[in-house]
């Protein structure tokens, strides 16, 4: 399933939740998607903070994801 597709569902689900309630089922299908999309998000945040370069005073320059991040060389 595409993230937008995911994020449709769980407003869907959400939206559904508040008017009639949800089934078991939705109830687990809603917290499967949104725990995909917080890990997804996770994921993405941590990629753009490892990909920052900070620029020191003597001109050289520090990555931030390999000095403090799990970024592979």
Same mark, same amino acid.
């Not at 959400?14 to 994921?43: I, M």
């Given at each position: @399933?595409? @993230?937008?597709? &995911? =994020? /449709?569902? =769980?407003?869907?689900?959400?939206? &559904? *939740?508040?008017?009639? +309630? #949800?089934?078991?089922?939705?109830?687990?299908?809603?917290?499967? #998607?949104?725990?995909?999309?917080? $890990? /997804?998000?996770k994921r993405n #945040?941590? /990629?753009?903070?490892?990909? !920052?370069? =900070?620029?020191?005073? $003597?001109? *050289? =320059?520090?990555? #931030? +994801?390999? &000095?403090? +991040?799990?970024?592979? !060389?």
């Amino acid at each position: @399933m595409i @993230m937008e597709d &995911k =994020i /449709a569902r =769980i407003n869907e689900l959400y939206h &559904k *939740s508040k008017n009639e +309630g #949800l089934t078991p089922e939705e109830k687990e299908e809603q917290a499967v #998607l949104r725990r995909e999309y917080v $890990d /997804a998000f996770k994921r993405n #945040l941590r /990629a753009q903070l490892n990909n !920052i370069d =900070i620029q020191n005073e $003597d001109g *050289s =320059i520090t990555n #931030l +994801g390999e &000095k403090f +991040g799990n970024k592979e !060389i």
